[in-house]
């Protein structure tokens, strides 16, 4: 199973077409949920903003953010 943050992510064309198909088929679910680990399944490469160590190249993480009223990191979200 994988997951997915969708404010953050980016598709192929040929992906996009392939979910596409299997809505069309009536396959679908809670997209960030479903989305990766069906690409995943039929065959997708998957990438990830986050290194084995949880840090991105892409932003600083370590900046506090406040979710739901809670103070924490990007890494938990």
Partial sequence: MFGS?????RFSNKS????????KDGIHGYS???????LNKD???L???YDTNSKSKYFDNDIK?????I???WSWI
């Fill in 47 to 49: 990438g990830t903003i």
């Fill in 71 to 73: 103070e924490t990191t």
């Fill in 65 to 69: 953010v406040l979710h739901k009223n």
């Fill in 5 to 9: 943050f969708f404010p953050i992510v």
């Fill in 43 to 45: 065959g997708f490469t």
């Fill in 16 to 23: 996009l077409k392939h979910l596409a198909n299997l809505m």
């Fill in 32 to 38: 960030e949920g479903f989305v990766p680990t069906q």
